[in-house]
């Protein structure tokens, strides 16, 4: 049974940067088969993709378009976690942010975080 | 702005029929299999149809999906109160090489 933990702030001031973790169990992080993605839900942009981190004999990392110059996805195999970084952040990215195991879809979900960017 | 284009609400009363649509282009429903998922304020999405039109287990019979060309959709038959809820369509681009949701559908059973 394949089971994500979430951790990590609620509320993070404007300019400094989002950090969460997530912790698998039931799987590897390492798997040559899945992929670890981050993905957040607000009610203005809806789900948006932020971007994954995944390992085929080396490690990958994909991200959204217009995250690219803000984030950092990275795994971490001595804790079986992957973590999202987010940096100068702005009210704009106030949302509740998830992690996922992708196998062609997203089929495992973490209990999500509302983080709230503000003063 | 999401590149895959659902209308922003549907509603029906109970027992009818709903349809939403998902578009996009040759780079992601075009050339790969469109996923739909069900999400409730507060919960995971729930994931309620695979590679355009397969229902996972537990996954109700009223529910049903299709695709052609670069759109998709999603239909709901029977409706029930339980299904209000916003519904996403989600798709891998491969000229992005990431994934793309849909804006999301709110249904609203009247």
């Known amino acids: 049974q394949v089971q994500l933990q979430q951790s990590g702030p609620g509320l993070v001031k404007p300019s400094q940067t989002l950090s969460l973790t997530c912790a698998i169990s039931g799987d590897s992080v390492s798997s040559k088969s899945a992929a670890w993605n981050w993905i957040r839900q607000s009610p203005s942009r809806g789900l948006e993709w932020l971007g994954r981190t995944y390992y085929r004999s080396k490690w990958y990392n994909d991200y959204a378009v217009s995250m690219k110059s803000r984030i950092v996805i990275n795994p971490d195999t001595s804790k079986n976690q992957f973590s999202l970084q987010l940096k100068s952040v702005t009210p704009e990215d106030t949302a509740v942010y998830y992690c996922?195991?992708?196998?062609?879809?997203?089929?495992?979900w973490g209990q999500g975080t509302l983080v709230t960017v503000s003063s | 702005q999401s590149v895959l284009t659902q209308p922003p609400s549907a509603s029906g009363t109970p027992g009818q029929r709903v349809t939403i649509s998902c578009s996009g282009s040759t780079s992601n429903i075009g050339s790969n299999a469109v996923i739909w998922y069900q999400y409730l304020p507060g919960t995971a999405p729930k994931l309620l149809i695979s590679n355009n039109n397969e229902r996972p287990l537990g996954v109700p019979d009223r529910f049903s999906g299709s695709k052609s060309g670069t759109s998709a959709s999603l239909a709901i038959s029977g409706l029930q109160s339980e299904d209000e809820a916003d519904y996403f369509c989600a798709a891998w681009d491969g000229s992005l090489n990431g994934w793309l949701f849909g804006g999301g559908t709110k249904v609203t059973v009247l």
């Open positions: 996922a195991r992708s196998l062609g879809l997203f089929d495992h």
